[in-house]
């Protein structure tokens, strides 16, 4: 007799071992593909004699996937761990960040990627009314899923786009030189004097946009030598700083090959925006003018968990052609990713490694990067979030940090559920979870 999928789940609620299995899936706050650990954990005293509390058995730990396309749970944790590293650089008052921070000079940079031809869009007038695509000269719908893709694909300089995606991080590292550069010469430092007057600090986020090209949006502080805890020098200002990034922006560049040989030159494209950030709550990003720190972390977290923007790009890497010819993507997206499957094979872009990136469409770059004293660092966060739990663990046992000894003895034992009962209850505990988390950061951001 063939069982259905309801009867599977109402046999795996009836089992002895659900409450159990339950509460561990609860523990990795309904992670999609969590780790599954067998082993043991002990508490000792100090000199290894005495067990004092022990745990063995089969646990789960949470897969730490950041995309919200593959586990919203550990992608919501992400997100989380990115809101407070982001926050601690705006507005200091935690993770060892001065509340003198806000005070500094400050500024919301967008970098984008430049033209490499003509893709349908949906642009709106300063009130919000649909204009006709530049390249087609129809009406798109905001659901379109034309929106990005080459007007026309032969013309489409796919090479161009994936290789500018290729040295996006390396234009950014030299962006952010050029901008040390602007600064220095506009209060007459030398670039090696600098150094001893100011620092640049920031932190970063890269956002996919329709066409599959990252463009970067990054919060950037002018601080003293010493980073966050020192005073910013009294020539700096926002304004200093905007004309800085944007002269920058202008003249920054990275040369590259295409495969003939031809020399390509990639820069940033000609939209570059730049906002100053005040330190007065809002309620919202403004579309223009200046932007408040209240809610800026929470508008560039948001970025560090989403995918490529193309909803049909694959989560892990092409390992043959194969897969590229039973991907179910997007045209535009396919000759993305062949074009960096094809250039991965020629010897001339080996250290590029665009096989490897090719499900990326090329960029090979960290979602979320800062400068080391922008604030504190994911590690960091997630080493206090450990010793806060093991604090508690501690604290119910009546134990001092100081007086035991933690020994971990764990072996891999799989990934994910035993089988779809199980896949479809924890999506449900999970999605409860879910639920009860978003409140919660609602009220965290109000």
């Avoid at 905007?242 to 990275?254: H, K, P, Y």
């Avoid at 896949?423 to 979870?433: I, N, P, S, V, W």
Wanted: hydrophobic share 40%; proline share 3%.
């Amino acid at each position: 007799m063939v069982v259905t999928l309801d009867e599977r789940i109402a046999d795996r609620l009836r089992r002895n071992d659900y409450r159990d299995w339950r509460d561990k899936v609860t523990a990795t706050g309904g992670c999609a593909q969590p780790i599954r650990l067998n082993g043991a954990w002990e508490l000792r005293s100090l000199d290894g004699a005495r067990v004092l509390a022990q745990l063995g058995g089969d646990v789960m730990v949470p897969c730490g996937n950041r995309r919200a396309s593959v586990c919203s749970a550990c992608s919501d944790q992400y997100a989380a761990d990115a809101f407070h590293l982001m926050r601690a650089g705006l507005s200091g008052g935690s993770k060892g960040v001065p509340v003198a921070v806000a005070e500094k000079p400050r500024v919301f940079a967008t970098l984008t990627a430049p033209s490499f031809g003509a893709v349908h869009n949906r642009a709106t007038t300063a009130g919000g009314k649909a204009r006709p695509c530049s390249g087609c000269g129809q009406f798109h719908h905001e659901d379109d899923p034309r929106i990005g893709a080459a007007v026309d694909p032969d013309r489409y300089d796919y090479v161009g786009a994936v290789l500018w995606q290729a040295h996006a991080g390396k234009l950014w590292h030299r962006f952010t030189i050029a901008v040390r550069r602007a600064l220095a010469r506009s209060v007459g430092l030398t670039v090696r004097d600098f150094g001893n007057h100011a620092r640049v600090s920031y932190a970063k986020v890269a956002e996919y946009q329709r066409r599959g090209l990252v463009h970067f949006h990054a919060v950037m502080r002018i601080d003293g030598p010493e980073g966050s805890d020192d005073p910013a020098p009294a020539w700096a200002t926002a304004e200093l700083l905007d004309q800085a990034v944007r002269a920058a922006a202008r003249v920054v560049l990275v040369e590259s090959h295409r495969p003939d040989g031809t020399v390509l030159d990639l820069v940033w494209g000609a939209q570059v925006d730049v906002r100053p950030i005040r330190a007065a709550s809002a309620d919202q990003v403004e579309e223009a003018g200046a932007v408040s720190d209240a809610k800026l972390a929470a508008y560039v977290a948001k970025y560090a968990t989403k995918g490529t923007g193309a909803r049909d790009t694959p989560d892990r890497s092409i390992r043959s052609q194969l897969d590229i010819d039973h991907l179910r993507v997007s045209p535009h997206h396919r000759r993305m990713i062949q074009a960096a499957w094809d250039l991965g094979d020629l010897g001339f872009y080996t250290d590029l490694n665009l096989r490897k990136w090719a499900h990326m469409l090329g960029f090979r770059g960290h979602f979320l990067t800062k400068s080391k004293h922008y604030s504190t660092t994911f590690k960091r966060i997630r080493e206090d979030r450990r010793a806060y739990r093991a604090a508690e663990v501690l604290d119910r046992l009546g134990l001092d940090a100081e007086s035991v000894l933690v020994v971990n003895d764990w072996a891999y034992a799989g990934s994910g559920y035993a089988d779809d009962a199980e896949r479809e209850l924890a999506t449900a505990l999970g999605e409860r979870l879910r639920a009860q988390r978003q409140r919660n950061y609602t009220e965290e951001t109000a």
